[in-house]
């Protein structure tokens, strides 16, 4: 009985932990104008990051100011990444130039700027293990 009552008081709150969800809330910030839209993208494994149409979460909301805020909620504990652009065209793509290199302004978790190719999933990761706020700068 002993054991049986040891058990449960160990996994009982495990079980809770596992189930918990937290709210993580991005600042979005040097936004130059108010056109078109910001596109985020939540990514929670690397052989899908940054790829267009494989985000665990994305999301396009409108700006008014310098920067815009967002909660993505009930996120299951773990290692996410973001990739953000701003869609000023409205055209749902991030425009680039002819050498790949984006003409409307884009940001990195972690405030990676990547030189020559997409950064990688492990350089923008960050944990999320309790509700969390952080704030991207877009870059022009």
Known sequence: ???????LGLAFPIFFLAQSTVDLQV????IENNRGLVQLGL?????RFPKVGRTYKMVR???????????????????YALAIYHDENANKICDTN???IPKEAYAFSNGIRP???APSF????????ADK????KLVY
């Open 1 to 7: 009985m002993k054991g049986l009552v040891l058990f």
């Open 27 to 30: 600042k979005i910030s040097n």
């Open 43 to 47: 990514y929670n494994d690397a052989s």
């Open 61 to 79: 909301v409108r700006t008014k100011g310098k920067h815009k805020y967002y909660t993505f909620k009930d996120l299951p504990v773990g290692k």
């Open 98 to 100: 002819f050498f790949g």
């Open 115 to 117: 030189r020559f190719s």
């Open 122 to 129: 492990q350089s923008c990761s960050f944990m999320v293990n």
């Open 133 to 136: 706020a952080i704030t991207i």
